[in-house]
């Protein structure tokens, strides 16, 4: 079993500033991918950004320049720092990683989600 553990969302107002984390834990072998994805009422889960254990990140062409994801490889933990904040990134933001556990080779775990809401 992997498990995510989401932080950091909650209530800025435009233009301002939060910092996501998520660590993953359990019976990890080797993580592939970590990433964020988002969910706004009334829309289908999209990708925020993404960021390779080699280091190759992407993201979203709506956050690009506003946004940075970041690791600590050594704590299985990602990080999406977000400034610039709009009213149009409100959403549910959900921890995605693929890896390898002790046992299966590429699983995808998601977390529970955290709520950022954007809003003056």
């Known amino acids: 079993q992997v498990q995510l553990v989401e932080s950091g969302g909650g209530l800025v107002q435009p233009g301002g500033s939060l910092r996501l984390s998520c660590t993953a834990s359990?019976?990890?072998?080797?993580?592939?991918?970590m990433g964020w994805y988002r969910q706004a009422p009334g829309k289908q889960r999209e990708l925020v950004a993404s960021?390779?254990?080699?280091?190759?990140?992407n993201y979203a062409a709506s956050v690009k320049g506003r946004f940075t994801i970041s690791r600590d490889n050594a704590k299985n933990t990602v990080y999406l720092q977000m400034n610039s904040l709009k009213p149009e990134d409100t959403a549910v933001y959900y921890c995605?990683?693929?890896?390898?556990?002790?046992?299966?080779?590429?699983?995808?775990?998601w977390g529970k989600g955290t709520l950022v809401t954007v809003s003056s």
């Open positions: 960021s390779t254990t080699g280091g190759t990140t």
């Open positions: 995605n990683t693929y890896l390898a556990t002790l046992t299966h080779y590429g699983m995808d775990y």
């Open positions: 359990g019976s990890i072998f080797s993580i592939y991918t």
